[in-house]
C-alpha cells in the first residue's frame, strides 16, 4: 500500500482546473496503490481553497498558509513537509509554469524519479506513463519501476473529480527555509487582456481566414454567440492576433464547453491545446483535413459561404 499527495495549484485567488484533474489522476493511482489520496493546497486563501477541494472525495486535505502567490521556496519546503506528514511514496504536481518549477526541487530532494507532461498513466507493478514528443507526432511510454515516483500531468487529459466528500482539512505549520528573495506580488504581462482558458465557447481561427481584414467576419461570428475570439500559430506569426490568443502547445491549452474551428486544418501541435474541448465543431473546404478527425461536427464548405450564414442565424 502507498498514498499519493495532490498539489492543487492557483492562481489570482482561484484554483485552476488542473487542480480537480489532479484529483481525478491522483484517485487513479490511489485505488492502483491500494493507498490513501491527499490533496493539500499551498498560499493564497487555503481555507476556501481546502474547502473546494474537499467537496471532490479525497481521503486527506491539507492546507498550509504562506503568502499570496507562488513562491519557489515555499512551495518545495511545503512539499517536503506534506510528504513527511502523509508519509505518501507518490505526489503528482501540475504540468503548469509553476508547477514545473518546484517538481524537480523536490524530486531531486527525495530521490524520487520524475516523470514530466503526462496524458495518460497506468499502474501494473510499476507506472507507466505516457508523453508526447517531437512536437506531439510521436507518443511514448516512460516505465517507473517501484511506487515511489513524482508526475506532472498536463491540463486538459483528465476529466474534473466531482462528488462530495467530508474529509477533515487539517492546517500543517512549516517554515520556509530563509531565502534571499521572496514573492510579493503578482503583475499581468501585456497582451493580457483575455484568458482564452477560461472561457467556455471559444471561436478560433487558422490560415485559412486567408487576409488580415478578414478576421472581422469571425470576430462578428465570436460576438453572436458570445463567444471568445482565439487562433492557430499561424494568425499570431503573421502579428495579426496577440499571442495570448493562441491555441496549441505553444500558446494554451483551453478545454471550453464548444470549440469552433474555422479555417484550421488541424496540425498535431495545434490540437494538444483543444482536443479537451467538450464539443468540438469544424469548418474547412478539405474534407480529409485532420481537424475532422476529432470533430463532433464537421462542416465542409468555404468558411466565406459558411460563416455568414452561421452569424445570420445565430444573430
Not at 32 to 53: N, Q, Y
Not at 138 to 167: K, M, N, S
Not at 173 to 189: H, I, T
Not at 271 to 288: F, L, R, S
Amino acid at each position: 500500500m502507498s498514498d499519493v499527495l495532490v498539489v492543487a495549484d492557483h492562481r489570482r485567488g482561484e484554483l485552476r482546473d488542473v487542480s480537480y484533474e489532479l484529483l481525478t489522476a491522483g484517485r487513479e493511482l490511489a485505488d492502483a496503490l491500494g493507498g490513501d489520496l491527499h490533496a493539500a493546497v499551498i498560499s493564497g486563501d487555503v481555507e476556501r481553497f481546502a474547502d473546494e477541494l474537499n467537496r471532490s472525495g479525497v481521503d486527506h486535505c491539507y492546507a498550509l498558509a504562506d503568502g499570496e502567490e507562488f513562491d519557489h521556496n515555499v512551495y518545495q519546503a511545503g512539499v517536503e513537509r506534506l510528504l513527511a506528514h502523509t508519509g505518501a511514496d507518490a505526489v503528482v504536481m501540475p504540468n503548469s509554469v509553476n508547477g514545473l518549477d518546484y517538481a524537480p526541487a523536490v524530486a531531486e530532494s527525495h530521490d524520487l524519479p520524475l516523470v514530466t507532461d503526462a496524458i495518460d498513466i497506468a499502474y501494473d507493478d510499476g507506472l507507466v506513463v505516457t508523453r508526447e514528443m517531437y512536437g506531439s507526432k510521436v507518443e511514448t511510454t516512460v516505465a517507473v519501476e517501484g511506487d515511489r515516483f513524482a508526475l506532472t500531468i498536463r491540463e486538459g487529459e483528465w476529466p474534473a473529480a466531482d462528488g462530495t466528500g467530508d474529509a477533515e482539512v487539517e492546517t500543517l505549520e512549516f517554515e520556509p527555509p530563509e531565502s534571499g528573495a521572496r514573492v510579493k506580488g503578482f503583475e499581468e504581462v501585456g497582451g493580457g487582456d483575455v484568458d482564452i482558458s477560461e472561457a467556455e465557447v471559444l471561436v478560433s481561427v487558422g490560415r485559412g481566414i486567408e487576409e488580415e481584414e478578414n478576421l472581422e467576419l469571425v470576430e462578428t461570428l465570436a460576438d453572436a454567440l458570445g463567444a471568445t475570439l482565439s487562433s492557430s500559430r499561424p494568425i499570431v506569426d503573421n502579428g495579426w492576433l496577440p499571442k495570448n490568443r493562441q491555441v496549441g502547445q505553444s500558446g494554451k491549452v483551453v478545454t471550453p464547453e464548444v470549440y469552433i474551428a474555422v479555417g484550421i486544418s488541424g496540425a498535431v501541435q495545434h490540437v494538444a491545446g483543444m482536443k479537451g474541448a467538450e464539443t468540438i465543431v469544424a469548418i474547412n473546404t478539405d474534407p480529409n483535413a485532420p481537424i475532422f478527425d476529432i470533430a463532433d461536427y464537421g462542416i465542409v464548405g468555404d468558411l466565406f459561404d459558411v460563416v455568414p450564414e452561421l452569424i445570420e442565424e445565430f444573430q
